[in-house]
């Protein structure tokens, strides 16, 4: 029961580009939402988040829209930047968390 | 400094035999977690606690076992009943379980 979705397992851009990963989520009583990040043999760290009652947070160079009405979230990286390149997963919570499967990001010089 | 650990990093286990993967944290959080991942799934959780002395079974608790003597360490077995064990096991803990959680760097447990 695949309750958090990341339907594109990887994505490559050009530095200094945008990066957008995308989630797509089917429960609706998830009430906050989180991105991780991971590189290899490590565990994962905590990106930002949002909370249901917004559509959109912003971090620096990370933002993260909530699309409640369509149950989709999306992360955007610009400019993105080599050191970027990690697995991202999209969380979603209500009593407890479900993790996505992850998108692999590779960012090109 | 705060954090979570994990030990050890590389674990081998041999067929019928029990393992314990130990998760410490000194960021006095309540709740802590057990998660797996295994190629191309997201993470999913095994068991996780709420509190000292309490904890439940996540969605893939089967052949697993838990205990939380103390707020600090929750440590994770996995029996000879759990006949898929390859993986990477991530704890993480939060202040509370409604709160963001922090991970540890995980334990890569393989069978030999």
């Known amino acids: 029961d695949q309750q958090v979705k990341q339907n594109s397992p990887s994505l490559s851009v050009q530095e200094g580009r945008i990066s957008i990963l995308n989630c797509d989520y089917t429960n609706s009583m998830f009430d906050y939402f989180l991105w991780y990040k991971k590189y290899p043999a490590e565990g994962p760290t905590f990106l930002i988040s949002i909370s249901s009652i917004k559509d959109k947070n912003e971090d620096g160079r990370f933002t993260v829209f909530l699309n409640k009405s369509a149950k989709h979230l999306s992360l955007h990286i610009v400019p993105s930047q080599p050191g970027d390149s990690a697995v991202y997963f999209c969380a979603a919570r209500s009593n407890d968390m479900r993790f996505g499967a992850g998108t692999r990001l590779t960012v090109k010089p | 400094d705060g954090g979570i650990t994990q030990s050890p990093k590389y674990l081998f286990r041999k067929e019928g035999q029990n393992v314990t993967l130990s998760c410490e944290q000194n960021?006095?959080?309540?709740?802590m977690y057990w998660y797996r991942q295994d190629p191309g799934q997201g993470l999913r959780l095994i068991y996780y606690s709420q509190i000292v002395n309490d904890f439940q079974k996540g969605d893939i608790a089967e052949g697993y076992s838990v205990s939380r003597e103390k707020k600090e360490s929750f440590p994770l077995t996995v029996t000879s009943a759990q006949k898929n064990p390859t993986a990477f096991y991530l704890c993480?803990?939060?202040?509370?379980?409604?709160?963001?959680?922090?991970f540890g760097p995980g334990t890569r447990l393989l069978v030999l």
């Open positions: 993480a803990s939060s202040i509370s379980q409604q709160e963001t959680q922090y």
């Open positions: 960021l006095n959080h309540d709740a």
